[in-house]
């Protein structure tokens, strides 16, 4: 086992709506290897989390209950999925639109998407038997609802998005409530100032594992790649940017006869438009090991998505020696880019064309933003550094 | 043990609520299988009531059915709109204890204040709520000696005090902090307090107008929330997500059905028709 940095053992609770080896998301990953990092560092760590694995439809596909993560204990607690898709979806429209909800509107949008009340009775029946409750990310019923309970031992690690739920009013209210919130980047952490009158608060950042290997090699025979290509990698979103994404590779490949193909890795529907279904490579849900190893065989990886906190893929991809285009809607995806010198930023989808194009005919380039990129995780994101500096926050909990 | 609750957990957070939430834990201890159903929409809550005042009867005999203790809380809206009438109130009281006698199990009924209760616990369909009570738990000792000094000896004896109320947000702590707060108290110390006491005030602020603006339709300001920004750029365009998660599921009847729910959502003047639209279908869905 790990030694830690405090010699207190501390009893904590991450509080997470998704909790699973196969579930993807970059704020659930985050939990799982904090959660896991500080279990090995000799901490009694518990997870509350759901039965759900999957955010659209929120079904109990798992069973309720205490299981074992490795050294980490996880409750699973039953969902009611929503029981009004109808009403749900009229709120959703109107957030986007800009639109004022009322407040029970509000607390209503937030309660039909799914409520969890047996964990909402964990916490307030036993909360207190916790050090410290670490609730991640902010837009979810089980953060909302329940960060209230016992908010002199609630950290929130928010993941915010400069998007218009951020700016609901119960949104403020869970990260001026907390006792602590913890952010990952810097423009997190100004846009969290933006939305509330912040309580104690820190930088925490996130952190990726560093393979020991990669396969590049291996990965291309196995999927029968046998072309350059640049890699995406996530949930296959509107609001994770694929459409934007789809539409600019496309776009480059009539424009500049880009000689790459585009790598899909994750979950969701790729509504691959049939012109492009020879130069757009679906490969969905990878293993870890395997995703490092797209991650090293790919020319370029790119990060089409405007909502991101911290952004594990790039660091994964920087670590794997691949640089990274960017959507620069994205702050903190455009300001590790910046802060490494590791990655190119699009404004719109003819700038990310011309960026592909860069990486296709300037390899140099490429190796020199990569080999930037890299040194950039190693100094900053690694799980020892990240996890001395969350047990050093946990001390005032313990 | 199949424990079925009903009645309103926080939010909003008041002194009912939590003792409330205080018998919902204490069944919880005792291993039971909770099913909580609640008046209030959006509170903490496995299910929600879909019809009000003495109506509700109808929904609460078909959930008591399958559960071994049933607690019933009378509040504000439950069973008896506000504003009932004298005959309003007899035929609530009577329709609620006339819904539990469809509960196999035991049941207690939960009366917080005199104030949840309009026109006093006495009257004949009050009594036959009481007598179909196996318990009858009050939130203090006033409640209990007046309740005492005016049921019949054989309803009084069901009378106990109920558990205090849970304690919710920094109220324990924050006390205990500023207890220790003296003169050579640090300016950080100090700010904490008054941050964590601001925090809880806003979240009682919000979650309270949030639970009762329920049957306010006119839009309210909360002034101490303007400082909060507008949403910046860079919408997505999220119809599409729902767009894509709704599609394939149902028939195309449905899936029409659907559209024109959520078009009629959309516009103010067809909105309630869309509400009513959908509260039928939950109904009809649990019976």
Not at chain 1, 262 to 278: H, Y
Not at chain 2, 137 to 149: C, D, R
Not at chain 2, 260 to 269: F, I, T, V
Request: proline residues 6%.
């Amino acid at each position: 086992m790990a030694m830690g940095i405090i010699a207190a053992v501390a009893k904590l609770a991450f509080v997470t709506p998704r909790y699973g080896e196969r579930v993807l998301g970059g704020s659930e990953s985050m939990a799982r290897e904090q959660a896991r990092g500080l279990a090995a560092r000799g901490h009694q760590v518990e997870v509350l989390t759901t039965t759900a694995s999957d955010h659209h439809t929120w079904a109990n596909d798992l069973p309720a209950g205490v299981e074992e993560d490795g050294a980490v204990t996880v409750r699973r607690f039953e969902t009611v999925p929503r029981s009004d898709p109808v009403a749900w979806a009229g709120f959703e429209r109107r957030i986007f639109a800009g639109d004022h909800l009322d407040d029970a509107e509000e607390l209503a949008w937030i309660n039909s998407r799914l409520r969890v009340p047996d964990l909402y009775f964990h916490i307030a029946g036993e909360g207190r038997d916790y050090d410290a409750i670490i609730f991640s990310p902010y837009l979810f019923w089980t953060t909302l609802y329940c960060i209230g309970l016992v908010p002199e031992r609630s950290i929130l690690i928010p993941c915010l998005h400069d998007e218009p739920y951020a700016t609901l009013r119960s949104v403020s209210a869970a990260l001026a409530g907390a006792a602590e919130v913890w952010f990952l980047s810097e423009p997190e952490h100004q846009l969290g100032h933006r939305l509330a009158p912040l309580p104690r608060h820190r930088l925490v950042g996130s952190a990726v594992h560093v393979p020991d290997t990669y396969d590049p090699e291996g990965f291309r025979e196995r999927h029968g790649i046998e072309r350059p290509f640049v890699l995406c990698a996530g949930r296959r979103e509107e609001g994770k940017g694929w459409s934007q994404a789809v539409r600019g590779f496309g776009a480059a490949i009539v424009s500049h006869g880009l000689d790459l193909d585009l790598v899909s890795i994750g979950v969701g529907d790729t509504n691959i438009p049939p012109v492009l279904d020879r130069r757009i490579i679906d490969l969905g849900y990878l293993e870890d090991d395997e995703v490092s190893n797209a991650f090293a065989a790919a020319e370029a990886y790119l990060q089409p998505s405007p909502n991101e906190s911290f952004s594990r893929t790039i660091m994964e991809s920087w670590l794997a020696s691949t640089p990274v285009i960017a959507n620069m809607g994205s702050e903190v995806v455009a300001w590790h880019c910046e802060r490494s010198g590791g990655g190119l930023v699009y404004g719109d989808e003819i700038e990310m064309g011309e960026c592909l194009r860069m990486i296709a005919e300037a390899p140099k380039l490429a190796t020199e933003l990569a080999a930037s990129g890299r040194e950039y995780v190693l100094g900053n994101y690694t799980w020892p550094k990240i996890l001395d500096g969350v047990e050093r926050a946990l001390e005032r909990f313990s | 043990m199949n424990a079925l609750v009903i009645g309103t957990l926080p939010p909003p957070v008041t002194e009912r609520s939590r003792g409330l939430l205080a018998e919902v834990l204490r069944l919880r201890e005792k291993g039971a299988t909770l099913r909580v159903l609640s008046p209030t929409q959006n509170s903490v809550a496995h299910d929600y009531l879909e019809l009000r005042g003495a109506a509700s009867a109808v929904e609460v005999a078909l959930a008591v059915r399958k559960a071994d203790f049933v607690v019933v809380q009378l509040e504000p809206g439950f069973p008896l709109e506000e504003n009932a009438s004298r005959a309003g109130r007899a035929f609530g009281l009577a329709s609620l204890a006339m819904a539990l006698r469809n509960a196999p199990g035991e049941v207690v009924v939960r009366l917080h204040s005199l104030h949840d209760l309009p026109s006093g616990a006495g009257g004949r369909a009050a009594e036959a709520l009481w007598s179909r009570s196996d318990r009858i738990e009050v939130g203090s000792g006033e409640v209990l000696e007046h309740l005492a000094a005016s049921l019949s000896p054989s309803t009084a004896g069901k009378l106990t005090l109920a558990l205090p109320p849970v304690e919710i947000g920094g109220g324990r702590e924050a006390r205990a902090a500023i207890a220790e707060v003296g003169a050579g108290a640090g300016l950080e110390a100090v700010t904490a307090i008054v941050r964590a006491r601001a925090a809880s005030d806003r979240a009682s602020i919000l979650a309270d107008r949030a639970a009762g603006a329920g049957q306010v339709r006119a839009r309210q300001r909360v002034f101490l929330w303007e400082w909060a920004p507008h949403p910046g750029a860079g919408v997505p365009a999220f119809a599409d997500e729902v767009h894509h998660e709704r599609s394939g599921q149902g028939s195309t009847l449905r899936r029409a059905a659907r559209a024109a729910l959520l078009a009629a959502e959309a516009r103010p003047l067809t909105r309630p028709l869309a509400r009513s639209a959908r509260t039928a279908r939950r109904l009809l869905a649990k019976i």
